[in-house]
């Protein structure tokens, strides 16, 4: 099993499409920008952007996956 540690943004459910749109394109760039790719890169990360549904279904995968995990140790009451 491999775990990756993420960073996201989530955004209020029922947030305007004009709005929403608005966030995800400043945080799209800011993400592109050159001096965040270089920390990036210097601290071995690598980033990969989802958003929307794509970014919706990697944090419930790996909630399923996690979830099974704490399952099979017994670790949810």
């Not at 958003?51 to 399923?64: H, V």
């Amino acid at each position: 099993m491999a775990i990756t540690i993420w960073w996201g943004l989530i955004a209020p459910r029922g947030l305007p499409a004009d709005r929403l749109d608005r966030l995800t394109t400043a945080f799209t760039e800011a993400a592109q920008h050159p001096a965040f790719a270089t920390l990036m890169r210097e601290q071995a990360a690598v980033m990969q952007i989802e958003t929307g549904e794509a970014f919706a279904r990697s944090i419930r995968a790996e909630y399923e996956a996690l979830g099974a995990v704490a399952r099979q140790l017994n670790l949810l009451q």
